[in-house]
C-alpha cells in the first residue's frame, strides 16, 4: 500500500513540474523592437538597437576598421581588427510608447515600407523588425512615404548618436579634456533640434565631466545643464 501511494505521489510531481524542454507560453514571451542601420560611410558603419517593451534595451555598434598598419618598408601588416562597442540602454515614455503604437499601427513592420522610385539620397538602410506573442515582421527602407516610419528611424538614430556621443565624451574626458566643451556644445544643438534623446542613458558620463575639477568651467557647465534639461523628452 505504502509503495502504491509513492508512486501515485511520484507521477504527480512530475505531472506539476514542467520539463526543461517545454516551450515558454506566449505570457512569459517579451515584445521586442529591433532597429538596424547601416552605412558604410559613417562611423560606426553599422548599429543595432533593442528595445523590448518594458524599455530595457541593448545598443551595438561596429565602428569603421582601422586602416591596415605597415611595416618599415611600407609594406602592409595584419589589419586591425574594429571591436564591437555595446551598452544597454533603456528608452522611458514617451518614446517607448510611441515605438510600439507605431509598431501595432503598421502590422508589425510586415509591410512593404520602402519607395525606391523616390530618388532620394542614401541616409542609411535602416531595418526595423518587431517580434512577439501578437506577431511578427520586419522591412527595410531608406527613406518610406510613411512619415511615420521615418519619424521611428530618426528616432531610434538620435537615441544612436547620444549613445555614441556619450562614448566619444569618456575618452575625451581622459585623453582630450580641451575637445569636452566642442562635443558638449554640439549635444547641445542635438538635443534642440531632436537630434539626440534619452540622454538619461549617458548621464553617468556628463556627472563625471560635470564633477571633475580638472575639466574647464565650461565644459562643466555645459554637462550639468544637459542633465538639468530633461533633453531626452521626445
Not at 29 to 49: D, G, K, M, V
Request: net charge negative.
Amino acid at each position: 500500500m505504502m509503495l502504491a501511494a509513492a508512486a501515485l505521489a511520484l507521477a504527480l510531481a512530475q505531472t506539476a513540474s514542467p520539463s526543461p524542454n517545454t516551450a515558454p507560453t506566449s505570457a512569459a514571451i517579451t515584445s521586442q523592437i529591433r532597429f538596424s542601420f547601416e552605412h558604410p560611410q559613417l562611423n560606426p558603419a553599422s548599429y543595432i538597437l533593442l528595445i523590448r517593451e518594458d524599455g530595457s534595451g541593448h545598443y551595438q555598434a561596429n565602428p569603421v576598421p582601422a586602416p591596415a598598419p605597415k611595416d618599415a618598408e611600407g609594406l602592409p601588416l595584419a589589419p586591425v581588427t574594429a571591436a564591437s562597442k555595446g551598452r544597454d540602454i533603456v528608452i522611458r515614455d514617451p518614446l517607448l510608447s510611441a515605438l510600439f503604437e507605431i509598431a501595432h499601427s503598421h502590422h508589425f513592420f510586415a509591410i512593404a515600407c520602402d519607395a525606391p522610385e523616390s530618388h532620394v539620397a542614401f541616409t542609411g538602410k535602416k531595418t526595423v523588425n518587431y517580434a512577439g506573442p501578437d506577431g511578427h515582421g520586419e522591412c527595410t527602407y531608406n527613406w518610406s512615404r510613411d512619415q511615420q516610419l521615418n519619424q521611428l528611424a530618426d528616432d531610434l538614430m538620435a537615441v544612436a548618436y547620444t549613445i555614441e556621443v556619450g562614448r566619444r565624451l569618456a575618452v575625451e574626458q581622459t585623453h582630450d579634456r580641451l575637445g569636452l566643451d566642442a562635443e558638449l556644445e554640439g549635444l547641445q544643438e542635438a538635443v534642440k533640434d531632436h537630434r539626440a534623446l534619452e540622454l538619461e542613458n549617458i548621464s553617468s558620463e556628463l556627472q563625471s565631466i560635470a564633477d571633475d575639477e580638472t575639466v574647464m568651467n565650461r565644459a562643466r557647465k555645459r554637462a550639468q545643464a544637459l542633465l538639468n534639461s530633461g533633453g531626452s523628452k521626445h
